[in-house]
Each structure stands twice: as structure tokens, then as C-alpha cells.
């Protein structure tokens, strides 16, 4: 082997290969997003044991192979405990680690996206605010990372910057009453087109120190279910299993046959 490599960053995805070992996928912070094998971390006893699994954040000793790199030491400063032993916690907690993995690239700069990442993962367990919102806040900012943000700022039409807006989804931006036209559109409120300008401008650090009434809330869910619908081409598994216990849970509380 080479010279070792010190990486900070957080394991996304990780995989049983053979009788001990495991692969697994690392967004870093000097490399970007990587493969990684981790000899003998199965075994009973490893050290390696709990420190390979998802959501594990932390420092990783590893050497760089052609293809993938083989971690041999890991100092793991946060394994977000407290979003791991939430069943719903944690199935937003997979999401964002799908969603990173999708959007991150091997020798990339995504500093931005792991910092992202660490900060919603906090976000999820700090009991604080509305997990829904630390989804959609998640979701728009992971796509302006990767340029594929609407312009909520100005009409597209004529640049007027005070509104009210309709957000075309195929035009990639918001339009004023005189310039909608009969474009298909979903109407911002005012308290809706402040809460997403402030997500794609406040530092990350400050991301999650706001909440929104119900109302915003789900004005907000249908733009980036739109959004992405029309921009992510992949399904996500943990979004379907947050969807199937969120469904449940709904007819649980309007149904008192199931109570």
C-alpha cells in the first residue's frame, strides 16, 4: 500500500461483501464522493464495527487503490443517535443520504453538500422543528448546490421584484400576474416566496432557525415535489418508505376503527 489519506466526511451507504468485509460509499470532504472497503470491519471485536455504517461522520485513515480506497482507521466524532433510533427520523435521514449520493461526484468539491448533509441531519435530531420542513429545506438547497434552483426573485417576464409570483416549474422561475399568461403555474404566497429565497441565500449554519405555518408548509411540498419530479430522474427507496408510514399514519388518525 501507499501513503494513507486522512478524510473527514460521512459514510452515505454501506453493504456486507464476502464473510467480513464491507463497501461503502463516503461523501468527503477532500475527495468528493468515494468508494471504500473496510477489511475485517464484521468481524467481532473490529474496531471498524460500528464506525462503517450509515450516518457515521468523522475522520477516516484510508489508502487510495485504482478503482476504490480501503479505510483502515476511523475516528467517528457524531453517529446521529438520536436520528437513527427515530423509525420516521430515520427514514428522512436515509433520503438525504440517497439524495446526497445521487447529486455527489468522485473528485468533486462538495464540501458545500457535506456541510449541508451534517447540518440536517442535526436538524432531524433536534426535536425542534417540523421534520417536513427539514425535508423541503434540505431538498431545495441540495438542488441549488447543483444549479438546478428556480429563480424566485424576479419575473422572468418583466424583472419586477415585488410580486405576487406564480412559479412555472417548465420555465425554471416566476412570473407577476401580467407576464403568467396561461402557463401552467403554482401560486406563491408571500410568506412561501420569502421562506424559499431564504433558504437559497442564508449560510448553511442558519439554514434550520426558521419555521413556516402549515399553510407554507405545503405550498412548499407541492413546488419541490413538482421541482423534482421534473429535475431528479431517480426514485428514491426511503422516500417511498416515508411515504407508505406517512399514509398510514394519516389513516390511523382519521379513522377510529384503527385507534
Known sequence: MGQSIRLTGMVLS?????????RMTLLTK????????ARGARRPGSQLLASVNPFSFGKFEAYEGRNSY?????DISNYFREVTEDMASACYGFYFLEVADYYARE???EVHMLKL???????LGNGRLDNRLVRRVF????????????DVFSCRGCRDDQGPFWLSVKDGGVYCQNC???RPAIGLDAATLYAMQYILTSSIE?????TVSEEVLETLGRVMDAWMGAYVDRKFHALEILRENEGFAREFLENPRLQ
Not at 454501506?14 to 464491507?22: C, F, H, L, Q, S
Not at 477532500?30 to 472497503?37: M, Q
Not at 480501503?70 to 476511523?74: G, L, M, N, S
Request: proline fraction near 4%; charged fraction near 25%.
Open 117 to 123: 448533509l451534517y447540518q440536517s441531519m442535526r436538524a
Open 139 to 150: 431538498e431545495l438547497r441540495a438542488m441549488a448546490a447543483n444549479g438546478e434552483y428556480p
Open 107 to 109: 473528485n468533486a468539491n
Open 180 to 182: 403568467r399568461g396561461a
Open 206 to 210: 442558519k439554514l434550520y432557525t426558521f
Open 70 to 74: 480501503t479505510v483502515v482507521k476511523a
Open 30 to 37: 477532500e475527495r468528493g464522493k468515494i468508494s471504500a472497503f
Open 14 to 22: 454501506a453493504a456486507p461483501i464476502g464473510e467480513y468485509d464491507k
